[in-house]
């Protein structure tokens, strides 16, 4: 079971418990149906719908709540203010408060975290806070340590000055208390070890904190914009591989968001396999990088698919949902159901006899084009620093169908990078 916050920061995240009363929802844009919204006692998470931004409630049997991510998206569609008010009218619908025991911020990026402008809140957390009266008993995030690359990081903290402000510096289960039957345990924190580079100069996805949520045998990852992949930008490291070193910790689970929108930079085939997802839930909408990217989505629906399961994604590309906000429900930890879909959790006995969800495919089979240089794996990045190539200094050429998915314009890029290092 999770150990309680220490206190006396367990008094004031728990400070009153929270009711979970019916309220209406639905799929898509949310009309007067009322199944997405949790019978009384039940286990709930609630991916929200808010374009290509992270925002996820978890409610606890006994009513604790916890807020993971409240971001603005990366294309603004309608106001940039959109997200912040949804996710707050659907907290007080879900809960029957403006309120959340804990909010959780995985790093320090606008998607994630919102913005502030000139002082102000813009949109995300600090708007809905400030402006839209959402109250949160305690604040957590990886700090001031590692500094980021994003000036996300000092706006952030410093909107935090007087308020209830948690530090998570390392991996534990004791950060957040989600009940006694609810156990939340953060795995990584900034990245776990082994980054390399300038503090400063590490790209900010790389600081990712990695969540697991579990409830009975009802396992859920959620880990930000965690990359699965090495890749150079300006002639020196951008991502760095963290979720295969991650994946042994995480373990099976039955409810996977995919790492950074979809990004072909995550959900590496090691962490496919060693997480064996049924389900997969895509925070998507209008973006400017083609997520989810080709690759990377067709390796998630075929891992889901082998488990009996299948991928759901809350908007297309053009801002017209497709599974809309996505809950998860169970009464009891075993059963469950997404959007009304019915599965059935499995045990960590059966989990050790599961089949490979990917059989015969390892990342080292896919990246073995890289001895040649050219981008044989179809991942679409010119540096061939996949994580099976361990910062090999060999350069690929982006060329063929590879570059016609992809959501950049390779080319020049490619040939800079290749005129630095060869």
């Known amino acids: 079971m999770p150990r309680p916050l220490p206190s006396p920061l367990a008094a004031l995240v728990l400070a009153a418990a929270v009711g979970a009363g019916c309220a209406s929802g639905g799929e898509g844009p949310q009309g007067d149906d009322d199944s997405n919204s949790p019978p009384r006692g039940a286990f709930a998470v609630h991916f929200f719908d808010v374009g290509t931004a992270d925002a996820t409630l978890v409610v606890s049997p006994t009513g604790e709540t916890l807020l993971v991510d409240l971001g603005v998206p990366q294309v603004v569609v309608e106001r940039v203010e959109a997200s912040a008010e949804e996710v707050v009218r659907r907290i007080e619908e879900i809960t029957g408060e403006r309120r959340v025991d804990a909010f959780l911020l995985t790093h320090f990026h606008s998607d994630h975290a919102g913005t502030i402008e000139g002082g102000a809140p813009t949109g995300g957390l600090p708007y809905a806070v400030d402006v839209l009266g959402l109250e949160v008993g305690a604040f957590l995030d990886r700090g001031s340590v590692p500094v980021s690359d994003s000036g996300t990081q000092a706006r952030h903290l410093s909107w935090l000055l007087g308020r209830e402000h948690v530090v998570v510096d390392g991996p534990g289960s004791h950060w957040i208390d989600l009940g006694p039957e609810v156990r939340a345990d953060v795995l990584a924190a900034a990245g776990g070890s082994g980054l390399q580079g300038e503090e400063g100069e590490i790209e900010e ?40 070193g991650l994946a042994p910790l995480m373990g099976t689970v039955e409810v996977l968001k995919p790492n950074h929108h979809g990004s072909q930079s995550s959900s590496n ?29 067709d390796r998630v629906v075929a891992a889901t698919a082998a488990r009996g399961g299948r991928a759901y994604r809350t908007r297309d590309d053009a801002f017209v949902p497709v599974d809309g906000e996505v809950v998860v429900l169970s009464d009891d930890g075993v059963a469950y159901t997404v959007n009304g879909d019915a599965y059935e959790a499995h045990s960590d006995e059966a989990e050790a006899g599961l089949a490979p969800v990917l059989p015969g495919v390892s990342d080292e089979s896919t990246d073995a084009a890289c001895s040649d240089g050219r981008d044989g794996d179809g991942d679409c990045y010119c540096d061939c620093d996949d994580w099976s190539c361990a910062l090999s200094p060999a350069v690929t050429v982006c060329d063929g169908p590879a570059a016609s998915y992809c959501g950049y314009a390779q080319g020049p890029w490619c040939d800079g990078v290749r005129e630095g290092i060869d």
């Open 205 to 244: 996805n790389n600081y990712s904190l990695a969540v697991r949520i579990t409830y009975g045998d009802l396992e859920i990852s959620l880990c930000g914009d965690l990359p699965g992949d090495y890749t150079a930008r300006d002639h020196a490291l951008d991502y760095q591989d963290v979720e295969t």
């Open 269 to 297: 085939v090691t962490w496919l396999q060693a997480l064996s997802p049924q389900v997969a839930v895509f925070a998507l909408g209008p973006n400017e990088y083609g997520y989810p990217h080709e690759v990377t989505w």
